[in-house]
């Protein structure tokens, strides 16, 4: 099952109301379970660079099926791929990438926000989840 136009855009309503809420504004990317785009906002003040990055955390997020921030654990200095990183066209370990899934556990996408602190992007994202998780009950 593929990820919806819908299911997409709902995350991103769900993302920026809760970005809106905080006075932050904030760049939320969806890909489709093959890391492509399927729904973008940028909100007006955020940050040109935020639009990379926020691709880039749902990217690592689809691509690992796994939050944005776990990923740092395998390529931090020390760990056991230093320098994961820079694969995939580089990826950004750290939080505010989550992936979505369908009701049976399958990975059909990704949300990735960018435009405050890490902490400030993971707790839009998780609204941006939360919007579409409801959707899937």
Not at 7 to 31: F, N, W, Y
Not at 45 to 61: H, N, P, Q, Y
Not at 82 to 101: Q, V, Y
Not at 104 to 127: F, K, W
Request: charged residues 15%; neutral net charge; hydrophobic residues 45%.
């Amino acid at each position: 099952m593929p990820i919806s136009s819908h299911q997409a855009h709902t995350a991103i309503d769900g993302a920026e109301s809760k970005a809106r809420e905080m006075g932050l504004p904030v760049v939320v990317a969806v890909l489709d379970a093959g890391a492509h785009l399927k729904a973008f906002r940028r909100m007006d003040g955020a940050v040109l660079a935020s639009i990379d990055i926020a691709i880039r955390k749902a990217s690592t997020a689809v691509l690992f099926q796994a939050n944005s921030e776990a990923v740092w654990e395998y390529c931090k200095p020390g760990a056991p791929a230093p320098g994961l990183e820079l694969t995939n066209g580089g990826l950004a370990p750290f939080g505010g990438g989550i992936p979505l899934k369908s009701p049976d556990g399958q990975v059909i996408g990704a949300l990735g926000v960018s435009g405050g602190t890490v902490a400030q992007d993971v707790e839009v994202a998780q609204a941006g989840f939360a919007a579409f998780k409801a959707l899937t009950r």
